[in-house]
């Protein structure tokens, strides 16, 4: 499966009665800090002056992975479809907050209610689902689809339907449509949208851009030999193939190893090209953190560059940010010239 990121959010769902109001986690074990092999955190919900509610949680994490997801829950029913809410994820064992949510009541359509776009991950993908509380019989064309930044929506179109009473309307993106990094989820209901933001924390196999990724970040470390085994490969077979390619090299603690080292790369050096990796990123992924590092971030004539030294290896990488967006470029050392 896919490595998910955090989710923290309200789910929001109108009846013509009542409201719900449910707080959604689901973490990664490493979202908390652990003392004593626990885990301790809580959840705050309060709505106006109907609902206000916090519940604290502890977990034994010994022998736990840092990707086990830890799922959690709090809910507040009020009156009514108008409201202001905040809510908060708290990790006790570090006495800080990991989110705080503020906000207020969806809007909505005379004719039907509509709840907020939620999502939540499946052995296949991520399924989206809303529900609809219709105050009449009516026909309803609901789309379903996400966007990533500087990308184009992608929409799923479902058959028209009748409804009269609550209704609950789904969809399953599949794991291929999904790759690390941020994206919107999006649903459009008789013109009526919601919205919802994820972050993928892991690269996936068997996204074509996430692929090519990885295999780039191979081909630079290991070289182009090495990553030949991956040539036309078919999507089914990727895991397979992987996993494979990581048995010669030490197993699934060589694997981990180097896949935290790439998080950890990206984390801290992003591009500003969707589809690659940074310079910095790749050397680091290769080398590991340098030795040291002269960084002349600001510079009143002449662009920003770096310097890192790897004293152990007898190397030295030179990096310029060429375009004023922080994405320094790998050059070669004969540039220093120019620079100083």
Same mark, same amino acid.
């Given at each position: 499966?896919?490595?998910?990121?955090?989710?923290?959010? %309200? $789910? $929001?769902?109108?009846?013509?009665?009542?409201?719900?109001?449910? %707080?959604?986690?689901?973490?990664?074990?490493?979202?908390?800090?652990?003392?004593?092999?626990?885990?301790?955190?809580?959840?705050? =919900?309060?709505?106006?002056?109907?609902?206000?509610?916090?519940?604290?949680?502890?977990?034994?994490?010994?022998?736990?992975?840092?990707?086990?997801? +830890?799922?959690?829950?709090?809910?507040?029913?009020?009156?009514?479809?108008?409201?202001?809410?905040?809510?908060?994820?708290?990790?006790?064992?570090?006495?800080?907050?990991?989110?705080?949510?503020?906000?207020?009541? =969806?809007?909505?359509?005379?004719?039907?209610? #509509?709840?907020?776009?939620?999502?939540?991950?499946?052995?296949?993908?991520?399924?989206?689902? *809303?529900? +609809?509380?219709?105050?009449?019989?009516?026909?309803?064309?609901?789309?379903?689809?996400?966007?990533?930044?500087?990308?184009?929506?992608?929409?799923?179109?479902?058959? !028209?339907? *009748?409804?009269?009473?609550?209704?609950? %309307?789904?969809?399953?993106?599949?794991?291929?449509? =999904?790759?690390?990094?941020?994206?919107?989820?999006? *649903?459009?209901?008789?013109?009526?949208?919601?919205?919802?933001?994820?972050?993928?924390?892991?690269?996936?196999?068997?996204?074509?851009?996430?692929?090519?990724?990885?295999?780039? *970040?191979?081909?630079?470390?290991?070289?182009?030999?090495?990553? /030949?085994?991956?040539?036309?490969?078919?999507?089914?077979?990727?895991?397979?193939?992987?996993?494979?390619?990581?048995?010669?090299?030490?197993?699934?603690?060589?694997? !981990?190893?180097?896949?935290?080292?790439?998080?950890?790369?990206?984390?801290?050096?992003?591009?500003?090209?969707?589809?690659?990796?940074?310079?910095?990123?790749?050397?680091? %992924?290769?080398?590991?953190?340098?030795? !040291?590092?002269?960084?002349?971030?600001?510079? =009143?004539?002449? /662009?920003?560059?770096?310097?890192?030294?790897?004293?152990?290896?007898?190397?030295?990488?030179?990096?310029?940010?060429?375009?004023?967006?922080?994405?320094?470029? #790998?050059?070669?050392?004969?540039? #220093?010239?120019?620079?100083?």
């Amino acid at each position: 499966m896919l490595g998910q990121g955090l989710i923290f959010a %309200v $789910q $929001q769902f109108y009846y013509r009665d009542s409201t719900v109001l449910k %707080v959604k986690m689901v973490a990664p074990a490493h979202t908390f800090v652990s003392k004593r092999d626990t885990i301790r955190w809580s959840i705050s =919900l309060s709505v106006g002056d109907g609902c206000s509610r916090v519940e604290y949680r502890r977990l034994h994490v010994k022998g736990f992975r840092l990707d086990t997801l +830890i799922e959690d829950s709090l809910k507040c029913v009020v009156e009514g479809d108008r409201f202001s809410f905040t809510a908060e994820l708290r990790d006790e064992g570090a006495n800080r907050s990991v989110k705080r949510i503020r906000g207020k009541n =969806l809007p909505q359509r005379r004719d039907f209610l #509509l709840s907020s776009l939620n999502y939540e991950y499946v052995p296949k993908g991520v399924k989206l689902w *809303v529900l +609809i509380s219709p105050k009449r019989k009516l026909k309803f064309r609901v789309r379903f689809g996400y966007v990533r930044p500087a990308t184009r929506r992608k929409m799923y179109e479902l058959p !028209e339907f *009748v409804a009269q009473s609550d209704t609950v %309307v789904q969809m399953t993106l599949p794991e291929e449509e =999904l790759s690390f990094g941020r994206v919107k989820f999006l *649903v459009e209901v008789n013109g009526l949208t919601r919205e919802s933001e994820a972050l993928f924390q892991r690269f996936n196999l068997l996204n074509d851009r996430d692929w090519n990724i990885l295999l780039s *970040v191979l081909t630079f470390v290991f070289g182009v030999e090495e990553v /030949k085994v991956f040539k036309d490969v078919e999507r089914e077979k990727r895991r397979e193939v992987w996993k494979e390619f990581w048995e010669r090299r030490g197993g699934a603690k060589a694997e !981990e190893e180097f896949m935290d080292r790439l998080y950890r790369a990206v984390n801290l050096f992003p591009s500003s090209f969707r589809n690659r990796i940074s310079d910095r990123a790749l050397i680091y %992924v290769k080398y590991g953190p340098p030795d !040291e590092v002269e960084a002349y971030p600001y510079r =009143l004539s002449g /662009k920003p560059y770096e310097i890192w030294y790897y004293y152990r290896l007898g190397k030295r990488f030179v990096f310029v940010d060429m375009d004023g967006t922080g994405d320094y470029r #790998l050059v070669p050392e004969s540039y #220093l010239d120019f620079l100083r």
